[in-house]
């Protein structure tokens, strides 16, 4: 498979993904959370699919363009370890969704930031709500999910709160 039949394969699976949780969370009330804004994609698509839920964007460095950006107080700007403790403060309550598309093409950073992201992101999340994800997360509280047919296995991760 070349770099670009993969990188399709994981743009499918991260949509059907996300496209799924929008529908998982249908009864869960609370914001939405986007961890990695990147250059806005995934967060504009969520805005689409889930157009009554605050999102919640966390980043450390936006660049993304002015009209993939979210409004001033939904961006929080800064280093996860940094700005996630004490987040559910800033959303006014725990989150039904969050989608965490963190990596880069460092596979030891992205085990490393994964390890600790699972177990600080679990208390952010409402019971029955669902964490979608471009890294594998083992996190006590977190039961993984069938992921839809259209995504190859291991590319995209869902997860619900138990
Ligand atoms: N979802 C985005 C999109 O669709 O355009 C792409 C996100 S990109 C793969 C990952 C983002 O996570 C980068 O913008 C990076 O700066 C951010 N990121 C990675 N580790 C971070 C950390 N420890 N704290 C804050 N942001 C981080």
């Not at 249908?26 to 939405?32: E, K, M």
């Not at 600790?116 to 992101?121: A, F, K, S, V, Y």
């Not at 994800?133 to 509280?141: F, N, Y």
């Amino acid at each position: 498979m070349s770099r670009l039949d993969s990188f399709i394969r994981r743009l499918l699976a991260q949509r059907a993904c996300l496209d799924r949780a929008a529908v998982l969370v249908g009864g869960v009330p609370g914001p939405v959370v986007e961890l990695g804004l990147g250059n806005g994609r995934t967060y504009d698509h969520l805005r689409q699919i889930l157009p009554e839920r605050r999102i919640y964007v966390f980043e450390r460095a936006p660049a993304a363009h002015p009209l993939c950006t979210p409004a001033a107080g939904y961006l929080v700007v800064g280093d996860f370890a940094e700005t996630l403790p004490g987040a559910v403060t800033r959303l006014g309550g725990p989150a039904a969704l969050i989608h965490a598309d963190v990596g880069s093409g460092d596979e030891t950073a992205n085990a490393r930031l994964a390890a600790w992201l699972g177990p600080l992101i679990v208390p952010m999340l409402a019971e029955g709500g669902i964490i979608t994800s471009d890294q594998r997360l083992t996190a006590e509280g977190l039961a993984p999910q069938p992921v839809p047919a259209e995504a190859d296995k291991g590319r995209y991760y869902l997860y619900r709160r138990t």
